[in-house]
């Protein structure tokens, strides 16, 4: 049972450039996640998912674009990279529900834009 | 809006207690939520509480709630190297979790 898988684990972007990062999950997951970690200021959401063909903004999600076209999968885009979305993205899944439910991480991808 | 806060950094001795703390300010999340981030690592759950209950505890680690303060701490009792990691406090509404800064945990050996 892989979990939550991302891909890639590390890119380095030039200013201008844009690229899709993927979130793929196995577990049947409704719920999918992007967040992005910076030093000092924790784990910030960006955009996340309630189900297939559903996308919402979260906190930080100016210069980024998803895609949930299968529930299995979650697209982070970013279609123009600049210096400030340098930072480490990961992406969490977790089924619905009224009660307790966990959420699962990848393991993260590290972006560097230059 | 959502808000969650940490202390940045906590600096212990290898057998000690460490209390990691963490405010909010949107008391209705149902659930309250510590993970644990190892270097280089995702996040994974740690311990969770339910937004009615006071106290918690799973082993070496008690959490505390106080709803009238909007305050969480988790206690882990004869700390280890191990535990050496960043804490993330959390609160769950309908759909999404909103994360705190995290602290760092550093285990002096």
């Known amino acids: 049972n892989a979990g939550v898988t991302q891909t890639p684990k590390f890119r380095v972007l030039k200013t201008g450039q844009s690229m899709t990062l993927l979130c793929a999950q196995d577990?049947?997951?409704?719920?999918m996640y992007w967040y992005r970690q910076d030093p000092g200021m924790g784990l910030r959401l960006i955009h996340y998912?309630?189900?297939?063909?559903?996308?919402a903004k979260g906190e930080v999600p100016d210069g980024y674009n998803v895609s949930r076209l299968k529930k299995q999968n979650f697209l982070l885009g970013l279609e123009s990279a600049a210096p400030s979305q340098t930072s480490v993205y990961f992406c969490?899944?977790?089924?619905?529900?009224?009660?307790?439910?966990?959420?699962?991480f990848g393991q993260g991808t590290r972006l560097t834009v230059v | 809006g959502e808000d969650v806060e940490q202390s940045l950094f906590l600096s212990v001795r290898e057998g000690d207690s460490s209390v990691i703390n963490c405010t909010y300010t949107?008391?209705?999340?149902?659930?309250l939520y510590w993970y644990k981030q190892e270097p280089g690592a995702g996040l994974q759950l740690l311990t969770y509480?339910?937004?009615?209950?006071d106290m918690k505890q799973d082993q070496r680690l008690t959490v505390l709630l106080n709803k009238k303060d909007k305050h969480l701490s988790l206690r882990i009792a004869d700390t280890q190297t191990g535990d050496s990691a960043i804490y993330f406090c959390?609160?769950?509404?309908?759909?999404?979790?909103?994360f705190g800064t995290g602290t760092r945990l550093k285990v002096l050996a």
């Open positions: 969490a899944s977790r089924p619905r529900g009224t009660g307790h439910t966990e959420a699962f």
């Open positions: 577990m049947n997951h409704e719920y």
């Open positions: 998912s309630v189900g297939e063909g559903t996308t």
């Open positions: 949107d008391s209705s999340s149902t659930y």
């Open positions: 509480i339910f937004s009615n209950m």
């Open positions: 959390a609160g769950s509404g309908t759909y999404k979790y909103i």
